[in-house]
C-alpha cells in the first residue's frame, strides 16, 4: 500500500495534468456558451498555477491553444497580447537591472550605506531593510535577497565571535580574581578538607556560570540573525511595491488598466505610481523595522540602539564595522563601467518621472506629441537607455602591449557595458509569458462576455460600504499569495474586480491598487516568495518564526495599503468618483 501511495505522490503533477482537464470539461459542454468556455480556460490556469503541475509559463499558453478553438478569439488577435507594451517596459526595466548587477554597483550601494548606519543592533537592523529596499526597487527582490543575506551573515559571525571573545575575557578575569582569594593559607589543620570542598564548589560554579553565559550569547545570537534574516526578505518584498518596475503585479495592474480600459489616458505611469507607492513602502517599512525589533530584539530599546557605553561593546561593534569596511575596500574605486551604468540608471529614472509628471506638461508630449500621451510611454524610455548599455564601451580602448613577436602592438576595442549571453543567463522569459499570458485572459474575458457576466452578478456589493470591499479583497489576496505566484494571482484576480467594480459604479482603481500590493504581502511561509526561500534555505528559520512574523505584517501591511487608498491615492487619482473611460456601459451617472 505504501509504495503505491508514493508513486501516487511522486507522479501527482502528471495526474493533475490529465485529471483536471477531465474534471472541468462537463462545464463548456453542459453550458455551451462562450462565457462557460472562458471561464473553464481561467479555472484551468488556476489550477494549474497553484499546483504548478506544470511550469508557470508554460499554463501562461493556453489562451493561445483554447481561445481560438473555442472560437473567443482567432489565433492573431490571441498572440498580439503576448508582447505589449507592458512586456517591454519589463524587459527593459529588467536589462538596466543587470547592468548593475553584473557590475557589482548595487553591493558597492549597500555597503557604503552600512558604513553611514553603523552596527548598533537596531540601526544595523534598520540600515540593512532600507539598503534592500531601496535596491528592490530596482532590481529583482531574489537578486537583491541573495546578494544582501551573505553581507548580513558575515557581519553577523564577527558581531557573534566579538561577543564570545569579550565574555571569555569577562570570564577569565573574574576566576583570576576568585582564585586570589581561595589562596589564603588555612591557619588550623582540620579545616583544610572543608576549603578544599569550597574551592571544588567554587569551580563548579564557574564552569556552570561560563557554560550558561555561553548558551545565553548563542541564543541571543540565533535571535538576532532570525530578525536580522526576515528584515531581508521582508524588505526586498516591500521595496519592490515603490515602482511600477519594482515588481511583476505592478505591471499586470498597469497592462490589464490598459486593455480593459482603453480610454484611461494613461493614469498608470511611473510617476503616478510612485507617488502613490513610495510613501505606503515607507510606512510599511517602518512598520516592519518596530516590529522586527519588538520581535527579535525585545524592548529594551537602549542596548538595541547601542547606548551602552562599556568598552567591550564599543570593541564588538569596532570590529563587526571593520568587516563592512574590508567588504568595501575590496571592491576598491569606482571603475569607468559603474560609472557609466549609475549615469544611465539616474537618467532613466529622470526621464520615467519627467515624461508625463501630471502637474506640468511632460517631455514626451512638448517634444514628440502634444495631443496623444499614448505614443511615447515609459517602455520607450526603458528600451532607449537598454540599447545605450549595449552601445557604450566598459573601459577605453587599449593596446596589447605583451605581444611576443614584437610586432606593432594590436588595438583591442573594449567590450560594451553588456552582452547578450549576460542578458541570456539572467533575464527570466518566463516572466514575459506569464505577462501575456494574463493580458490574453483580460482579453479572452472581455470579448467572451465572461466580465460582464461576473459584474452582474456581484451588483449586490453596492449595498456594502466602498472601504469594506477593499479591505476585504485586500485581505483575501494577501491570503490567496501566500500560496500562489504574486504574478498569477494579480492576473486571476484583477479582471475580476474591474467588472465587479464596473457593476457597482465604483472605480475600478479603488480595488485594483490595493489588491496589487496586497499580492507583494507574502510574508508567512517559506514557499510564498522567493527571497523567503533564499533566507530559509540558510537554515537558522523555522516555519512558525516565518509564520509568527508574517501574519502580524500581513495584517499591517493590509492595514497601511487602505490607509493609503483611502487619504492621498484618493485625491491622486481622483478615487472618490466613477471615471468616464470606466462607463462603458452607461449603466453608471
Known amino acids: 500500500m505504501a509504495p503505491c501511495w508514493q508513486m501516487l505522490l511522486a507522479c501527482r503533477k502528471y495526474l493533475i495534468a490529465v485529471l483536471v482537464p477531465l474534471l472541468l470539461i462537463p462545464l463548456p459542454l453542459a453550458l455551451p456558451t462562450k462565457e462557460a468556455q472562458c471561464g473553464f480556460v481561467i479555472i484551468l490556469m488556476a489550477l494549474f498555477w497553484c499546483t504548478e503541475a506544470l511550469p508557470l509559463a508554460v499554463t501562461a499558453l493556453f489562451p493561445v491553444l483554447l481561445f481560438p478553438m473555442m472560437n473567443i478569439m482567432d489565433s492573431t488577435t490571441v498572440c498580439r497580447e503576448y508582447l505589449k507594451d507592458t512586456n517591454m517596459l519589463f524587459i527593459g526595466g529588467l536589462l538596466m537591472a543587470i547592468a548593475i548587477e553584473h557590475w557589482n554597483l548595487h553591493k558597492r550601494v549597500a555597503l557604503r550605506v552600512l558604513l553611514i548606519t553603523g552596527v548598533r543592533p537596531a540601526l544595523l537592523l534598520m540600515g540593512f531593510m532600507a539598503v534592500t529596499a531601496f535596491l528592490s526597487m530596482w532590481i529583482s527582490n531574489t537578486a537583491t535577497t541573495a546578494m544582501m543575506v551573505p553581507i548580513a551573515q558575515a557581519v553577523l559571525d564577527q558581531l557573534h565571535k566579538s561577543e564570545m571573545e569579550s565574555s571569555a575575557a569577562d570570564q577569565a578575569s573574574e576566576n583570576i580574581n576568585k582564585a586570589f582569594e581561595l589562596q589564603e593559607e588555612p591557619t588550623k589543620p582540620d579545616i583544610s578538607k572543608e576549603t578544599e570542598e ?39 518584498s516591500i521595496g519592490g511595491i515603490a515602482t511600477l518596475t519594482g515588481t511583476t503585479p505592478n505591471l499586470v495592474l498597469q497592462g490589464q488598466v490598459n486593455e480593459l480600459f482603453p480610454g484611461n489616458g494613461n493614469i498608470i505611469n511611473f510617476a503616478s505610481w510612485f507617488s502613490f507607492a513610495f510613501p505606503t513602502m515607507i510606512m510599511l517599512l517602518i512598520l516592519a523595522w518596530i516590529w522586527l525589533q519588538i520581535l527579535y530584539l ?8 547601542g547606548c551602552a557605553t562599556n568598552a567591550s561593546a564599543k570593541m564588538k561593534e569596532k570590529q563587526a564595522y571593520d568587516t563592512i569596511k574590508e567588504e568595501s575596500k575590496k571592491l576598491g574605486s569606482m571603475k569607468f563601467a559603474e560609472i557609466a551604468v549609475l549615469i544611465l540608471f539616474i537618467l532613466l529614472v529622470l526621464l520615467w518621472f519627467t515624461r508625463e509628471p501630471g502637474f506640468i506638461p511632460g517631455w514626451a508630449t512638448v517634444l514628440f506629441n502634444k495631443n496623444d500621451t499614448s505614443y511615447v510611454t515609459d517602455a520607450t524610455v526603458a528600451i532607449f537607455i537598454s540599447v545605450l548599455l549595449f552601445i557604450i564601451p566598459a573601459n577605453m580602448p587599449n593596446s596589447d602591449g605583451d605581444n611576443p613577436t614584437g610586432n606593432k602592438a594590436k588595438i583591442r576595442a573594449p567590450p560594451a557595458l553588456l552582452d547578450w549571453k549576460v542578458v541570456h543567463k539572467k533575464m527570466p522569459w518566463n516572466i514575459v509569458l506569464l505577462l501575456g499570458g494574463g493580458f490574453a485572459l483580460a482579453k479572452g474575458s472581455e470579448e467572451s462576455g465572461l466580465s460582464s457576466w461576473l459584474g452582474s452578478q456581484l451588483t449586490p456589493l453596492e449595498n456594502i460600504p466602498h472601504p469594506a470591499i477593499a479591505m476585504v479583497l485586500s485581505l483575501l489576496v494577501a491570503t490567496f499569495t501566500e500560496c500562489t505566484s504574486n504574478v498569477a494571482t494579480t492576473t486571476l484576480f484583477l479582471p475580476i474586480l474591474a467588472s465587479m467594480a464596473e457593476a457597482i459604479c465604483l472605480n475600478p482603481l479603488y480595488v485594483m491598487l490595493p489588491c496589487t500590493l496586497s499580492a507583494s504581502l507574502a510574508f508567512m511561509l517559506p514557499v510564498a516568495t522567493p527571497p523567503n526561500a533564499i533566507v530559509f534555505s540558510y537554515g537558522q528559520l523555522k516555519v ?12 499591517l501591511g493590509v492595514l497601511t495599503i487602505n490607509l493609503a487608498i483611502n487619504t492621498w491615492a ?5 478615487l472618490q468618483t466613477f471615471p468616464s473611460w470606466a462607463n462603458k456601459t452607461g449603466i453608471c451617472p
Open 298 to 305: 525585545g524592548f529594551n530599546f537602549r542596548n538595541n540602539f
Open 198 to 236: 569550597k574551592g571544588g564548589s567554587h569551580v563548579l560554579t564557574v564552569e556552570e556560570d561560563s557554560k550558561r553565559n555561553e548558551n545565553l550569547l548563542e541564543e541571543k545570537h540565533k535571535q538576532f540573525s532570525k530578525g536580522m534574516s526576515l528584515c531581508i526578505c521582508y524588505s526586498a
Open 544 to 555: 512558525i518564526d516565518m509564520a509568527k512574523a508574517g501574519f502580524m505584517l500581513n495584517i
Open 570 to 574: 484618493s485625491s491622486l487619482f481622483q
